[in-house]
């Protein structure tokens, strides 16, 4: 079985190195989509603990041409029954009534190859028991049943929001770009909604990405009665700060959604009081995000930070796309890199205490 990995630009190498970690296997690299071989337990574990993906597909096939799509490459009794309702939505296709053309053929090819099965689906555009997703990265089409039935990166745990917060596969990848790994301590200053945090928890202690919600592959007679068959070892503890108790109080309520409550210490704490609360050389990394009302503090947050980190430790800051970062020489600049997400852009600076 293939799967295609939907993943927002710019993401594809992180998501290569997460399913290496997971499963240990490559993929093959396409604009927004990554390509891998699996098994049905490899599906599942991938669909649990993905954190850069923004879709999972069982693919039909890929192809430069729509009207050339062949649905019979795959099973189509292992994900189909006749109780089952599914939509066919279009991705990346500009103007309603090429995606609605689309649609169409897609789903009379699928409804013919079924009818031969004598297998009778309904289709259902409001509340589909799962989707078959057509997804344009401009050169082909990659056709697929979703298997989670949702976008991943939009974290069902994220209720209690800021202005200044990401979605998931964002903050995600803001974790990984710290070099933070399993095993290390890491702080999370001015924290706003939580959701680094969380992120770097999940990623830490192989905490299942999705929520408890019946998901299309629930449903899916291939997938019946599989979860995660990874082994779950909750070692590393995630800490995080912020100013204001608003912000905790939406980071605690949020990591309880997530299932990190136990994982995550979020405070309430000045940033001058960090050296107080915490142990000179008690962190390997720190991530903070600069909005523009903190840029005035950033004096003391490397004051803060440098006492905290150890030798060699590493500071990501995250701030605005114009903002132009003075370097404190108690750091080495190691990547400056700016990240755009539709509208909005960020910029990050990641530094190594010297």
């Given at each position: 079985?293939k799967?295609?990995l939907?993943v927002n ?8 190195k997460?399913?290496?970690e997971?499963?240990?296997k ?7 989509v990554?390509e891998?071989?699996?098994d ?10 993905l954190?850069?993906?923004?879709r999972?597909?069982?693919a ?13 490459k795959?099973?189509?009794?292992d994900l189909?029954?006749s109780?089952l ?15 609605l ?10 409804f ?21 997703i057509?997804?344009f ?6 056709v697929?049943?979703d298997l989670?039935?949702k976008?991943?990166?939009n ?19 803001f974790?990984?770009?710290?070099k ?6 890491l702080?999370?200053g ?11 928890a ?9 929520g ?11 997938f ?5 068959s990874?082994d ?14 608003q912000n905790?109080?939406?980071t605690r309520?949020?990591?309880i ?7 995550l ?7 001058d ?10 962190f390997?990394c ?25 030798s ?18 108690k750091?080495k ?6 990240i ?7 910029k ?7």
């Amino acid at each position: 079985m293939k799967l295609f990995l939907i993943v927002n630009s710019g993401f594809e190498e992180l998501c290569n190195k997460e399913v290496k970690e997971i499963i240990g296997k490559d993929t093959k690299i396409n604009n927004s989509v990554l390509e891998v071989d699996v098994d049905k337990q490899e599906a599942i574990n991938l669909a649990y603990h993905l954190q850069s993906v923004r879709r999972i597909l069982v693919a039909f096939e890929s192809v430069s041409d729509f009207n050339q799509l062949d649905v019979n490459k795959v099973e189509l009794k292992d994900l189909f029954t006749s109780e089952l309702s599914f939509k066919v939505e279009i991705e990346n296709v500009k103007g309603n009534d090429n995606r609605l053309a689309i649609a169409k053929v897609v789903a009379g090819k699928l409804f013919a190859s079924l009818d031969k099965l004598k297998i009778s689906p309904k289709l259902e555009l409001k509340k589909p028991d799962s989707y078959v997703i057509v997804y344009f990265n401009g050169k082909e089409y990659f056709v697929g049943l979703d298997l989670v039935g949702k976008e991943i990166n939009n974290r069902e745990y994220r209720l209690f929001t800021s202005p200044a917060s990401f979605k998931g596969d964002l903050a995600y990848h803001f974790v990984r770009a710290s070099k933070f790994e399993k095993g290390q301590k890491l702080l999370v200053g001015l924290a706003k909604d939580g959701t680094i945090a969380i992120e770097a928890a999940i990623f830490a202690n192989s905490v299942c990405t999705l929520g408890k919600e019946k998901y299309s592959f629930n449903k899916i007679p291939l997938f019946s009665g599989l979860n995660s068959s990874l082994d779950k070892k909750e070692v590393t503890k995630v800490f995080s700060v912020d100013t204001t108790m608003q912000n905790i109080t939406a980071t605690r309520k949020n990591s309880i959604l997530a299932g990190t409550r136990e994982l995550l210490e979020a405070q309430k704490y000045s940033l001058d009081e960090w050296d107080v609360k915490f142990n000179e050389k008690e962190f390997d990394c720190i991530i903070a995000q600069i909005t523009s009302k903190d840029e005035e503090k950033l004096n003391e947050l490397y004051y803060q930070t440098s006492y905290l980190l150890k030798s060699g430790g590493m500071l990501l800051l995250i701030g605005r796309k114009n903002w132009e970062l003075t370097i404190s020489s108690k750091f080495k600049l190691v990547e400056e890199k700016e990240i755009i997400r539709g509208e909005s852009a960020h910029k990050y600076y990641l530094l190594k205490r010297q």
